[in-house]
Protein backbone atom coordinates (compact mmCIF):
# COMPACT_ATOMS: atom_id res chain seq x y z
CA UNK A 1 0.00 0.00 0.00
CA UNK A 2 2.71 2.19 0.21
CA UNK A 3 4.18 1.79 -2.66
CA UNK A 4 1.04 3.15 -4.32
CA UNK A 5 0.88 6.27 -2.15
CA UNK A 6 4.29 6.42 -3.30
CA UNK A 7 3.81 6.44 -7.00
CA UNK A 8 0.51 8.38 -6.93
CA UNK A 9 2.48 11.33 -4.84
CA UNK A 10 5.18 10.74 -7.65
CA UNK A 11 2.99 11.08 -10.58
CA UNK A 12 0.97 14.05 -9.27
CA UNK A 13 4.38 15.92 -8.90
CA UNK A 14 5.33 15.02 -12.29
CA UNK A 15 1.85 16.17 -13.42
CA UNK A 16 1.75 19.48 -11.29
CA UNK A 17 5.10 19.92 -12.13
CA UNK A 18 3.72 22.32 -15.63
CA UNK A 19 1.19 23.79 -13.85
CA UNK A 20 3.64 25.14 -10.89
CA UNK A 21 6.20 26.22 -14.45
CA UNK A 22 3.10 28.38 -15.57
CA UNK A 23 2.19 29.62 -12.90
CA UNK A 24 5.62 30.98 -12.03
CA UNK A 25 6.83 31.69 -15.96
CA UNK A 26 3.56 33.56 -16.53
CA UNK A 27 3.64 36.41 -14.20
CA UNK A 28 7.66 36.97 -14.68
CA UNK A 29 6.65 37.14 -18.26
CA UNK A 30 3.92 39.84 -17.99
CA UNK A 31 6.15 41.76 -15.46
CA UNK A 32 9.05 41.71 -18.12
CA UNK A 33 6.76 43.27 -20.89
CA UNK A 34 5.56 45.74 -18.52
CA UNK A 35 8.99 46.85 -17.35
CA UNK A 36 9.70 47.19 -21.15
CA UNK A 37 7.02 48.84 -21.75
CA UNK A 38 7.80 51.66 -19.09
CA UNK A 39 11.47 51.89 -19.75
CA UNK A 40 11.08 52.73 -23.51
CA UNK A 41 8.11 55.15 -22.34
CA UNK A 42 10.51 56.63 -19.69
CA UNK A 43 13.46 57.18 -22.40
CA UNK A 44 11.24 58.73 -25.25
CA UNK A 45 9.78 61.25 -22.27
CA UNK A 46 13.45 61.92 -21.65
CA UNK A 47 14.39 62.26 -25.22
CA UNK A 48 11.42 64.74 -25.61
CA UNK A 49 12.16 66.63 -23.00
CA UNK A 50 16.32 66.73 -23.02
CA UNK A 51 16.99 66.74 -26.97
CA UNK A 52 20.29 65.68 -27.48
CA UNK A 53 21.09 68.79 -29.93
CA UNK A 54 23.17 67.08 -32.40
CA UNK A 55 20.75 67.85 -35.01
CA UNK A 56 20.46 72.16 -33.95
CA UNK A 57 24.30 71.74 -34.40
CA UNK A 58 24.67 70.91 -37.78
CA UNK A 59 21.51 73.13 -39.05
CA UNK A 60 23.69 76.07 -37.69
CA UNK A 61 26.96 75.00 -39.18
CA UNK A 62 24.81 74.45 -43.00
CA UNK A 63 23.88 77.95 -42.05
CA UNK A 64 26.82 79.73 -40.88
CA UNK A 65 28.50 78.12 -44.57
CA UNK A 66 25.91 79.68 -46.79
Known amino acids: MNVK ?3 FVSCLSLF ?3 CITKVV ?3 VKVAYKTTKGVVKGTGKVVGAM ?4 EDDDDKHKDDKHK
Request: aromatic content about 0%; hydrophobic content about 40%.
Open 25 to 27: TVP
Open 16 to 18: CSG
Open 50 to 53: IPDG
Open 5 to 7: ILL
